[in-house]
């Protein structure tokens, strides 16, 4: 299977469970909006806010993570990685719509934190993308990931798993 059919089918994945098929968000927003509810890590000058992800069906291949992350230092951070024990890959990604087309492309190069900023990894938007699930997310448990930023370094989160379909850690 070549590349854009798998990111076609791993889209198609994230897009099912999406209620009104919710499209690109906005990723970056002033520090002063208001934050997912949910557990705060901080790791350096960041803060990660309201990390989930939703319940899969036993079958399904793929899944999404989702949180906030506000830079409150003076210099911009980059998340460069991410890896979970649940899928054989994790990678960083991000759905666009081009035209009438939804795209997912991998951010090879990470995301970029600005300083003073809050960049949201939302459904329809950036996101975490687990390919090769080991298991199901079940509603109810938690997910774990290590995420690896440029200048914060390295912290161990756990995602709260929704329902199928959710669109905010409101917990």
């Known amino acids: 299977m070549t590349n854009k ?38 790791v350096g000058d960041l803060s990660l ?6 319940a899969t069906l036993p079958s399904a291949m793929a899944g999404g993570g989702f949180l906030a992350i506000t830079n409150n230092g003076a210099e911009a951070d980059r998340l ?23 795209k997912m492309a991998q951010k090879e190069d990470g995301i970029e934190i600005p300083a003073g900023e809050t960049v949201m990894l939302a459904p329809g938007g950036l996101h975490i993308m687990f390919m090769g699930l080991n298991t199901q997310f079940v509603e109810g448990e938690t ?6 930023f440029e200048k914060a370094g390295t912290v161990e989160i756990d995602l709260q798993v929704l329902a199928m379909g959710a669109d905010s850690a409101s917990y």
């Open 80 to 102: 460069v990685a991410a890896a979970s024990p649940v899928a054989k890959m994790v990678q960083l990604h991000e759905m666009t719509m081009e035209g009438d087309q939804m």
């Open 5 to 42: 059919l798998v990111i076609a089918a791993l889209a198609a994945t994230l897009l099912a469970a999406i209620p009104g098929l919710a499209v690109a968000q906005s990723t970056a927003a002033p520090a002063a909006q208001a934050m997912p509810a949910g557990p705060v890590v901080t």
């Open 49 to 54: 806010t309201g990390p989930f992800t939703r």
């Open 143 to 148: 997910v774990p990931v290590t995420l690896t």
